[in-house]
T-cell receptor, first 115, second 112 residues
Framework: DQQVKQNSPSLSVQEGRISILNCDYTNSMFDYFLWYKKYPAEGPTFLISISSIKDKNEDGRFTVFLNKSAKHLSLHIVPSQPGDSAVYFCAASPKGGTSYGKLTFGQGTILTVHP | NAGVTQTPKFQVLKTGQSMTLQCAQDMNHNSMYWYRQDPGMGLRLIYYSASEGTTDKGEVPNGYNVSRLNKREFSLRLESAAPSQTSVYFC???????????FGDGTRLSIL
């Protein structure tokens, strides 16, 4: 049972355009959501996060949107750059207590930004 | 540079052999984690340690043991390796909120 799903295995965009990566979740106990970027032969790198009390969080070119009623989040990258080409994972953490911090990851989306 | 260090980076084992994957962090985080990544499945939590002296099972703990040696170090042991344990293993430290999890560069493990 995949509790966090990234239904698009890959996405290709032109440099300077917007990249939109999507993520859906099924567990209503998830309270905190994160996006990680991963280059080949490296570990995932934290990108941006959002708490369930918010519906938007921005950091430079990266914005994460959360729609709790739809159990959906998205990552917007504007403008996209060739260096953004990587695998992007969304992850979710349940609410407090002993399970807080135990991340559940999606399958990842390969983003390719063409010059 | 501050971060999470994993050793070894690569390892090939025969079925039935044992080995320990090492992980150390220098960010003074209380929580540490072990994940495995298989093709098309993202990262799955094997074990985690919320603080020194405590460990707990994650999503896929079977076939593994862990030791939280001190605040810095968290090791993962395969007692009798199986081909199904061929994977890339990532160690992480941190939590959520102000301390998002930081990952090491992984150990690529092949079991023949």
């Amino acid at each position: 049972d995949q509790q966090v799903k990234q239904n698009s295995p890959s996405l290709s965009v032109q440099e300077g355009r917007i990249s939109i990566l999507n993520c859906d979740y099924t567990n209503s106990m998830f309270d905190y959501f994160l996006w990680y970027k991963k280059y080949p032969a490296e570990g995932p790198t934290f990108l941006i996060s959002i708490s369930s009390i918010k519906d938007k969080n921005e950091d430079g070119r990266f914005t994460v949107f959360l729609n709790k009623s739809a159990k959906h989040l998205s990552l917007h990258i504007v403008p996209s750059q060739p260096g953004d080409s990587a695998v992007y994972f969304c992850a979710a953490s349940p609410k407090g207590g002993t399970s807080y911090g135990k991340l559940t990851f999606g399958q990842g989306t390969i983003l390719t930004v063409h010059p | 540079n501050a971060g999470v260090t994993q050793t070894p980076k690569f390892q090939v084992l025969k079925t039935g052999q044992s080995m320990t994957l090492q992980c150390a962090q220098d960010m003074n985080h209380n929580s540490m984690y072990w994940y495995r990544q298989d093709p098309g499945m993202g990262l799955r939590l094997i074990y985690y340690s919320a603080s020194e002296g405590t460990t707990d099972k994650g999503e896929v703990p079977n076939g593994y043991n862990v030791s939280r040696l001190n605040k810095r170090e968290f090791s993962l042991r395969l007692e009798s390796a199986a081909p199904s344990q061929t994977s890339v293993y990532f160690c992480a430290s941190g939590w959520v909120g102000d301390q998002p999890q930081h990952f090491g560069d992984g150990t690529r493990l092949s079991i023949l």
